[in-house]
């Protein structure tokens, strides 16, 4: 009987088990992929637009060459941090299923194959981020294998047609990455402009490049379906039809609320965010949901450096909690 269940092994999990360590508690973070598994699924020359102490786990300094870590230096620290403190991590094991019972939680956990077994808890916290959780559009041809919902780095598409569906700061750095390289990048919005949320530092560059005719973005536009080397858009009433060698479908995220609802957790139905109280804390006594695990497609209110507070919190609770708990 572990006293805590960690479920998601990004930044925010890995501050959940230190300080769960630290206080002498049982615990274990599983986490379906590798550590910190979204970060190593960011653009490969990505720059966090956050400074690097707030991205810190466990008061481990993260030394970085400028001011803002690269994707590369963060997957560095993260590693070391897991090593250095001797994390109890199990990368490439799923939680499948989560069910409360008597003193606590039964976990079902697939670690490929048919490895699956049953770990059980006494409290649970659910780190699991939104990266794996796509919006899809739901057009036809949005699973084509030049189809990704995901945006790794510019050179396989030089002298190629991409377009982007999408009008926030990913496509935004996506589009200007590609035009850079030598892409022939068109990017469709439903929308009027661009995003406001833009990076400050981004929008002056991209409208240039819109302006110049570098890069061509089509407003009040909406993906129909995807073809083979084509898009068919509609755009005030009448058809386009684009060329395009990859889409990329960047149309944000959301966290799963697969696990809360087995759990019988309190979700609301249109956001898909948990019922949470001021520990993080879901409906469900001993379940809490931290980082942007519990915030459904409110993504853009929760970050790594104020999810990192979730975790502070939460565990915190968590032991007090155990402390009045007999047995524990």
Known sequence: MLDLAIVGAGPIGLEAAIL??????????????????????YPTYMTFFTTSERLEIGGHPLVTATEKATRKEALDYYRKV?????????SYHQVTDLTPDAGGFRLTVCAGGDDEHTVRARA????????????RLGVPGEDGPHVSHYYREAHPHYGRDVVIVGAGSSAADAALDLWRTGARVTMLHRGNEFRHSLKYWIRPNLLNRVAEGSIRAYFR???????????????????LRLPADQVLLLTGYHASDELLRKAGAAVDPETLAAVLDEHFQTTVPGLYCIGSAGFGRRTSDVFIENGLAHAEVA?????????QTPGA
């Open 20 to 41: 769960a360590q630290r206080a002498r508690l049982r615990y274990r973070v599983f986490d379906k992929g590798a550590l910190v598994d979204a970060i190593y699924r």
């Open 221 to 239: 536009t909406v993906l129909r379906s995807i073809e083979t080397g084509t898009v068919v858009a509609e755009k005030d009433g009448r058809q």
């Open 124 to 135: 649970v916290a659910l780190a699991t981020g939104y990266f794996d959780n796509p919006n």
């Open 315 to 323: 565990t915190r609770h968590l032991v007090a909690r155990l402390a």
């Open 82 to 90: 897991a090593h250095a403190e001797a994390l109890e991590v199990a």
